[in-house]
Every structure is written in structure tokens, then in C-alpha cells.
């Protein structure tokens, strides 16, 4: 089932979902994507660069991102354009949440600009390693 | 940090990435998606090496792979990727900005199908950490 432009309203929530990020997607993600970079894949190195240990990729977080994104529209042509903003690490063993709100819709073009963010519970605070980020998307 | 002055503009020589179906369901996987169709940041694949790939070996920035911290990234796509095709991308270095300790460095990249015409189109800001 996918979402319908008239389903949308300004400034309401999107769905959130969560996923863990664990330290083998981490990996497969590296390999898939052909981002070889140490640091997120060996704890000595992510340690030396002042990080606790393994830092996903910032890609890694806005593919999944994306992944949540395409899943709620229900098709990926759906998505026109996405600017993220990386504001904090993620860490392997951390679990993230996706989500967003409609922030307008023009319903000439039925083309809807999103704000969407990456939040994750760390130490009993929340960190956004992706906020104020912004996806256009386009409905039947 | 010294910069050859040539270095914003220039063009690295494109990429050419093959969309097979094996490499696409292992990113899927990687990515989370669950829904049919190849996970539009597919690009990010023909984008690194057309990119920071050659950026991380690039005589006139002296960049070190272990430095670079992803900042921004946009995406426009004007059509979904499938499955089967050939893509090729290229990466223009756009700007190079110190500030402070860090150099801030912006590709553009542009990923064209088989007849030329335009998939994708990427921005990153990448971070390069100094000494201190």
C-alpha cells in the first residue's frame, strides 16, 4: 500500500521506525557501497579518531533513512530529492529512528517538501545524527 | 595546508558502474529497504568512486582517507535506477574552503545513463580534520 498525495496534511507526523545498526549491516555496507574507510570497521582506528568504537557510515544512516522514506511512499520514483545534514555519529550497537513531518504541499505539481531526521537515545538524552534535513517528494 | 589554485573546477574522469541485481539486493539489504525497486541512494556507489575515491589520492589535496567526515549530502534524482543498466558518473570539485583546522571540500557529481542522459545528480560536503 502506498501513501496518496490527499493523504497528506502540513505539519503532520510521518511514521517513525526504528532499526539496529549492527555491526555486520555496518560491514555489508561497506562492501555494497565500496566505502572501505577504517573507521567503520575497526574499533582501534574509530578509538584513535576519539570516537567509543565503530562509527557507520554518514550513508550508511542516510540510506536507511531512504530505505524508510521509499517503504512509506511505497515506490522509490516517488522520491524527487534528499539533503541531509550529518550532525552526529552513529554507533555500531545503537538503534535509530527515522522520521519526519510535511512541511508543504503543492498540489499543481503534487510534490510534498518533507523534514526528515535520524534521532537516536544515547546516555538518556536524545541525539539527532541527521535533523532539519529535507526530502521533495511526488504522489499520484 | 597549501592548494594549488587550479584544483576548484577541475573534473575527475568518470566511472562507469554496472546495476546488477546481485550488488543491488546486497545494498538493499544493507540499507533496510524492504519494498521492490533498486534503494535510490544506489548512486552513493558510482558517486564514491568517481569522487572521493580520487580526492583521497589526489596529489594537490593531500587528503587522508581516515580524516574525511561526511557533512552534508544532497540528491536529485530524475528517474529511478534500474536494474541491468550502466551508469557512469563524474565528480567536479566544486569548492575547497579552510575553516580553522578543518578544509571543507565540495563534489558535485553527475551520474548519466547509457544514452547520456542525467539519473542522478549528488552533492557532498566532505570534512577533512587537521593535525591538531
Redesign the interface.
Given at each position: 500500500m502506498s501513501v496518496r498525495f490527499d493523504d497528506l496534511e502540513v505539519g503532520r507526523d510521518l511514521p517513525s521506525s526504528s532499526?539496529l545498526v549492527t555491526r555486520e549491516?555496518v560491514k555489508?555496507?561497506a562492501?555494497?557501497?565500496?566505502?572501505q574507510?577504517?573507521?567503520h570497521q575497526d574499533d582501534d582506528?574509530a578509538r584513535a579518531?576519539g570516537f567509543p568504537r565503530v562509527v557507520a557510515?554518514?550513508?550508511?544512516t542516510?540510506?536507511?533513512l531512504?530505505?524508510?522514506l521509499?517503504?512509506w511512499l511505497?515506490?522509490?520514483?516517488a522520491?524527487?530529492?534528499?539533503?541531509?545534514?550529518?550532525r552526529a555519529p552513529v554507533f555500531v550497537d545503537e538503534s535509530i529512528e527515522c522520521g519526519g513531518k510535511v512541511r508543504s504541499l503543492d498540489p499543481q505539481s503534487r510534490t510534498a517538501v518533507l523534514e526528515v531526521w535520524v534521532r537516536v537515545e544515547r546516555d538518556g538524552a536524545d541525539v539527532w545524527p541527521i535533523r532539519k534535513s529535507e526530502a521533495e517528494v511526488r504522489l499520484d | 595546508m597549501a592548494l594549488s589554485p587550479d584544483v576548484e573546477g577541475s573534473t575527475y574522469p568518470p566511472v562507469r558502474f554496472e546495476v546488477d541485481g546481485s550488488r543491488v539486493r546486497a545494498f538493499a539489504d544493507a540499507v533496510g529497504q524492504r519494498g521492490p525497486g533498486v534503494p535510490p541512494t544506489i548512486v552513493t556507489v558510482p558517486e564514491i568512486a568517481a569522487g572521493l575515491d580520487h580526492v583521497v589520492s589526489d596529489p594537490r589535496l593531500g587528503i587522508e582517507l581516515s580524516r574525511v567526515l561526511h557533512g552534508e549530502q544532497e540528491y536529485r534524482w530524475s528517474r529511478p535506477v534500474v536494474v541491468g543498466e550502466t551508469l557512469t558518473a563524474s565528480a567536479t570539485i566544486e569548492s575547497v574552503r579552510d575553516k580553522g583546522e578543518m578544509r571543507l571540500v565540495v563534489l558535485g557529481t553527475e551520474v548519466r545513463d547509457e544514452a547520456g542522459a542525467l539519473v542522478a545528480s549528488g552533492r557532498s560536503t566532505l570534512i577533512v580534520r587537521g593535525d591538531g
Open positions: 532499526r549491516d555489508a555496507y562492501d555494497a557501497s565500496g566505502d574507510n577504517p573507521l582506528v579518531a557510515h554518514g550513508m550508511y542516510m540510506g536507511t531512504t530505505s524508510w521509499v517503504d511505497g515506490d522509490p520514483a522520491l524527487l530529492r534528499l539533503r541531509v545534514h550529518f | -
